[in-house]
């Protein structure tokens, strides 16, 4: 009776509102031990002193527009990822002869951090939007065309089995079977190239002359004024778990549950 009852429980899905209240706590003693750290350490902002900091900044244009720079460039540069990415790994997956000899290439791009790349993105578009552009598409592509190959290569084999019987050959069997069977693993690079994606543009930024959040960090810390710092460096952190909670948390669950995994 025990071990029904706890596989029952296991598997009663939480409310949508408690759900979304889980993180609630974390952050509460998080809040909490900043406060203290501020009160223990004179020279280290509150909680309260850089929301209020964040908070002015939003009032001027110069900031709005470096936070505006930064999304489009995100925006412009996460779509070439999806493309470049998705499109890459279909064709190792389905071609083994590219996937001999270009498959290790995507292993290796996916090894490099992105901030490795701004110094080639310099030297090939010079301090520009378009070589932080390129830093994102080279810090998060490989992760999207290793989880596609990845996914296509790992179809159940029941599932191959099954449609073969059904008389599902060539490019039906792979566009109506395979490529279906791998989105899961589509989405899951999809998820990390935003957060690989997302750090690269920062380091682009940073780096370069472009105007964006990451070039405020590197003007601000130049400055000593901590408390902006600590503001840009929480808006940044608060785009990307956001982003990410928002969109892709609920996109791979609803593939997940959509896909019986």
């Known amino acids: 009776g025990g071990l029904a009852g706890d596989a029952h429980l296991s598997m009663v899905r939480l409310p949508k509102g408690v759900t979304f209240l889980k993180p609630v706590p974390a952050l509460v003693l998080l ?5 203290a750290t501020a009160c223990v350490f004179p020279g280290w902002p509150s909680p309260r002193a850089v929301f209020g900091v ?3 900044d939003f ?3 110069a900031f709005r527009s470096a936070l505006a720079g930064s999304a489009w460039r995100m925006a412009v540069g996460y779509v070439l990822v999806v493309l470049i990415g998705i499109g890459g790994g279909l064709l190792l997956g389905r071609i083994p002869l590219i996937d001999q000899i270009m498959g290790s290439f995507a292993v290796a791009i996916h090894a490099i951090p992105g901030a490795a790349w701004v110094p080639l993105s310099v030297v090939w578009f010079g301090m520009t939007e378009r070589a ?4 994102i598409v080279l810090g998060a592509a490989g992760i999207v065309m290793v989880n596609t190959d990845t996914g296509i290569r790992e179809v159940p084999p029941f599932i191959a089995r099954a449609s073969r019987t059904m008389g599902a050959r060539g490019w039906n069997y792979f566009w109506f079977v395979v ?13 990390l ?3 690989f994606g997302w750090r690269a543009l920062m380091a682009g930024e ?4 472009v105007s964006g959040l990451g070039q405020l960090l ?3 810390a130049k400055a000593g004024q901590l408390d902006r710092l600590l503001a840009i460096m929480l808006l940044i952190a608060l785009i990307g778990v956001t982003i990410d909670g928002l969109i892709f948390k609920r996109l791979e669950h609803e593939v997940r549950v959509r896909w019986g995994l």
């Open 179 to 191: 490529v279906p069977a791998a989105i899961p693993r589509m989405v899951d690079g999809l998820r």
């Open 193 to 195: 190239a935003w957060a």
């Open 54 to 56: 964040l908070a002015a």
């Open 31 to 35: 809040y909490l031990l900043w406060e």
């Open 59 to 61: 009032q001027q244009p």
């Open 218 to 220: 590197n003007q601000v």
């Open 132 to 135: 932080v552009i390129f830093t």
């Open 206 to 209: 940073l780096l370069t002359s």
